[in-house]
């Protein structure tokens, strides 16, 4: 699956915590305790403005064209769509499923769940090898 870097700007406040804006992401301004929960906390910013339909303010930025001056620090956040999408956006949807008569009737006589067969078909199909790898 493809993985995109964009760069934050990362400051550390009076209080201790860390704070964050990225060029890439106007809007984007976070701050935590702790690092990791910085770097969560942007990943779930870039994925919410990216899903957001917000690409036409979208203007990228290269990272080593950015001037930094210490004690700001540049810092590099991964943002991996499908799992942003798995842990965001994994809400049930209904579809409609059209199958021959015989083979619901198969459907019904094993009591097959269609549901689950069908996601493990399509994570099978795009040779995933399990669920978590999305």
């Not at 870097?5 to 976070?30: C, H, K, L, Q, W």
């Not at 810092?75 to 579809?95: F, G, H, P, Q, W």
């Not at 019904?108 to 090898?129: C, T």
Request: with cysteine; aromatic share 12%; proline share 6%.
């Amino acid at each position: 699956m493809v993985r995109y870097f964009y760069p934050a700007i990362v400051r550390r406040t009076e209080s201790g915590s860390y704070t964050a804006t990225m060029p890439n992401f106007p809007d984007i301004r976070e701050t935590q305790v702790f690092l990791g929960d910085l770097m969560d906390a942007l990943k779930k910013d870039i994925g919410d403005f990216l899903c957001d339909k917000k690409l036409a303010e979208f203007r990228p930025v290269v990272a080593d064209t950015l001037q930094v001056t210490p004690p700001a620090f540049l810092l590099m956040i991964e943002y991996d769509e499908m799992n942003y999408n798995k842990k965001y956006r994994s809400k049930a949807v209904t579809k409609t499923l059209t199958i021959p008569f015989w083979m619901n009737e198969l459907v019904k006589q094993y009591n097959l769940p269609v549901s689950k067969l069908l996601q493990d078909a399509i994570i099978q199909h795009l040779g995933l090898q399990d669920k978590d790898e999305l």
